[in-house]
Each structure stands twice: as C-alpha cells, then as structure tokens.
C-alpha cells in the first residue's frame, strides 16, 4: 500500500464522527458548556486531528438537536417496529420519542451555524458541523410524521424539510463554515430483512423510502454554496452501545453511492454486522469514503495491524488515494454516553491518528 499523500479537502485521512463523551462536570452543571467544548477542542487539536467538532456538547442527542431548534415539532412514539434497538446480550426495546409535526415547520434562529462559529473562534483546524438526515423526521412514523390536519399533502412538509434545511446551510456558509456532514441512519437500517419487513407491515415500500430519502438529501445539498464539503455518514443505530439493524450495504449501495450528490460516505465498518467491503465496488471515482473501522460501541481497543489489513481489503474496490480512516460512529450519540471511558475514547482516537500516519503519512 505505498501512497503518495496529497494534502486536499475534507474529509481528512483521520476522522471522527463528531460528538464525544460529555465531561462529568457539564453534565452535572457543575461546568459551562462554552468552557467544555473550549477543553474538548483543545483535546482534539493535541491529538494531531485536522477536523474538530465543539463534541455536539450543546445537544441532548445527534437527532434531538435539530428537533428542539426547528419549531413545529412535538414528540411521539414511532409507528411500527422499525426502532428496536438490540445489544450483544440479546435486549430488545424501543428507541423511544421521534418527531412529529403538530404545526407548519419553521426555522427560527441557527440549527449548527452558530455552533460552528463559536467553534471557528477557537481553533486554526477546519470546524465539521453536523446534522441528522431528513429521513429522521419521516422514517419512525411514516406517514404519521405529521399532523393530517397540518400537512394533508406529505410534499408540502417535505417542502418545508429542505427550505429549513437549506437556510441552515447558508447560514453555516456565512459563519465561515465550509464542511458538513449529514447523518443517515434510515437508509442504513433499510438494508436489514426485518426492518424492511416492519416498514411495508406499517404501509410502506423499503425501495420507495430509499429512493425519497435519497431525494431529500439531493434536494438540500444540490444548492449548497461552491467550496462546501458534505459528506453522508451512514450507520445502524448507536446508542449507548446498542444497535438496531444489521446486515451490509448491498441492497442500497448501487442507488446510494451513484445517486447521492455529495463528496463522501462514512460508512460502519466495525462488526460483522455491517457486511464485507464488496459493495465498494459501486463506490464512484470522485467520491472519498471514510472507513468507520473502530468500535465506539465496545472499549476493547482495537489492533492496528488488523485495521491496516482491513484498509487494504478495501482497495480491492476503492483505490486507497480516495480512502480515509474513523471510528465508526460517535461516542456520544446522546448525553447519557455510550458506556465507554474518557480514557477508552482517547486511545481508540489516537490509534485513528497512528493508523492514518502509517498508512498515508499523514493525518
């Protein structure tokens, strides 16, 4: 695997997926968010990281963030069993309150942008901000996403969906923002038999919300000002170490990688749960994919040979100049944490690092 760096846009050769363990004190309101994500930065920068993030400290969860910024939006129950999460000693519950929409959606102040600029005035390395996928408000409930009486035609909250999410961009890109990255887990989970059988037994049509879901990020990106980077971060579910689908990219890669237009994927490539590399070979050219190759669920450390072996197996569809390395999802998908130590994210953070220096030559 010898490669020639070259020094580009992001994504960057060690990445992370964007939020991290919340220090004790901030949970406890024992310390300010401002000083913590000031820590966390600094944190971040001493690890030899090109990307930081202010951790998604101001943010009860990945999703729960947008939510509670837009107005319109109340909370229920999701429609069928398309939620459950499970972990490795076999417990099955609920993920519990998805977003409804009660009241025509509205943006009404920034989502991330001001996030993003809090962060840019306390650091020289590039700021990603972070979003959750549109299909978050549309994939627990279905159609039941919305009040009938409120939107009786779904397009018109779909619509709505992409004008606020459009706003937001621009108002990233005016704070200097310059790389986004959007989290999709629906599509993800679209590829797992039993969750595909849980969303026609409610309805609707696995093939048919892959393809809407994909519309609905093309939608928003397709006018995004020149010079911005996104990237889709694709996975199955991760909080506080459980999951909810397994199974690998197969059935959505041909559609999502061709049609997505975006500049990378992060993809989980942690367990046996997510599948082989093969459907890699869809990947196209100008596309950078992120290998989520380290495990925010466990804290077993992982073994640096094994992953640069895995790096190579991957080159078998994807040549290595468009390659990148990451854990797999964040470490803090919501406040609460993922049962790993502050110590146990650090060393799998620096073997990220250590890993993409052996590889490329370069974080």
């Not at 694709?234 to 890669?253: D, F, L, Q, T, V």
């Not at 380290?294 to 468009?322: G, H, M």
Request: hydrophobic share 40%; net charge neutral.
């Amino acid at each position: 695997m010898n490669y020639h760096p070259v020094v580009g846009s992001p994504p960057f050769r060690a990445e992370h997926i964007g939020s991290f363990l919340r220090p004790a004190a901030l949970l406890q309101g024992q310390q300010g968010a401002d000083q913590a994500i000031t820590e966390v930065i600094r944190w971040q920068e001493s690890l030899g990281l090109r990307v930081v993030t202010d951790g998604e400290f101001r943010r009860e969860s990945w999703r729960l963030g947008f939510v509670s910024k837009v107005a319109g939006f109340a909370r229920g129950e999701a429609h069928g069993n398309v939620d459950l999460q499970r972990d490795d000693a076999g417990i099955v519950m609920h993920v519990g309150q998805a977003p409804v929409a009660v009241t025509r959606i509205r943006r009404t102040g920034p989502i991330v942008a001001d996030e993003v600029a809090f962060s840019m005035a306390r650091t020289d390395r590039v700021v990603k901000a972070t979003l959750p996928a549109p299909s978050y408000l549309h994939y627990p409930r279905g159609r039941k996403c919305v009040d009938p009486d409120v939107y009786p035609d779904l397009e018109v909250f779909f619509e709505d969906v992409v004008h606020i999410y459009r706003e937001e961009i621009a108002a990233l890109h005016a704070a200097g923002g310059r790389y986004l990255q959007i989290d999709e887990v629906a599509q993800t989970l679209l590829c797992d038999d039993r969750l595909r059988d849980a969303v026609r037994a409610r309805g609707d049509d696995p093939e048919g919300l892959i393809d809407l879901y994909i519309d609905l990020i093309n939608r928003i990106v397709r006018g995004r000002p020149a010079g911005m980077a996104v990237g889709v971060h694709m996975c199955r579910g991760n909080a506080m170490g459980k999951w909810i689908a397994a199974g690998g990219y197969e059935r959505i890669a041909e559609k999502a990688f061709n049609r997505l237009e975006v500049d990378a994927f992060f993809l989980e490539y942690d367990s046996e749960r997510a599948g082989g590399f093969e459907p890699l070979r869809f990947m196209p050219k100008d596309k950078k994919v992120v290998l989520g190759l380290v495990s925010t669920k466990i804290p077993q450390l992982e073994n640096k040979d094994e992953l640069k072996r895995k790096i190579e197996a991957a080159t078998k569809y994807v040549p290595l100049e468009q390659l990148s390395i990451s854990p797999q999802c964040g470490f803090a998908s919501h406040q609460k944490g993922s049962g790993l130590a502050f110590a146990q994210q650090e060393a799998k953070l620096k073997l990220v690092v250590q890993t993409a220096r052996d590889v490329w030559g370069e974080t």
